[in-house]
């Protein structure tokens, strides 16, 4: 089992900045790759990064690319998602999430294990 708890979000002006922090623990083998994604109302569930522990690289969708950034802390128990130059279409709620694949697929169906989400509000 894996539990994962979010913290971070909130409101900004677009162009601002926000950080996510996503705090793991449990079984570290379910855990090979930690990601975050998104929802907007109206919306379906999409990748924004995922990040391969061990080393094994971070994955973008293109939206992001140059603003976000995802890392890991803490022995790799801590993802975080960097968010800059925020736009108004980043307005949405945010999940951690961890699979047991190592893959740079955003595929929600592959993560097993989801945080309690966070909602990111971005202003005009």
């Known amino acids: 089992q894996v539990q994962l708890v979010q913290s971070g979000g909130g409101s900004v002006q677009a162009g601002g900045s926000l950080r996510l922090s996503c705090t793991a623990s449990g079984y570290t083998r379910s855990r090979k790759t930690m990601g975050w994604f998104r929802q907007a109302p109206g919306k379906e569930r999409e990748g924004v990064a995922v990040?391969?522990?061990?080393?094994?690289?971070?994955y973008y969708v293109d939206s992001v690319k140059g603003r976000f950034t995802i890392s890991l802390a803490n022995a790799e128990n801590t993802v975080y998602l960097q968010m800059n130059t925020l736009r108004p279409e980043d307005t949405a709620m945010y999940y951690c999430?961890?699979?047991?694949?190592?893959?740079?697929?955003?595929?929600?169906?592959?993560?097993?294990?989801w945080g309690q989400g966070t909602q990111v509000t971005v202003s005009s």
């Open positions: 990040i391969i522990t061990g080393g094994g690289g971070t």
């Open positions: 999430a961890a699979s047991a694949y190592s893959s740079a697929h955003m595929v929600a169906a592959e993560f097993a294990y």
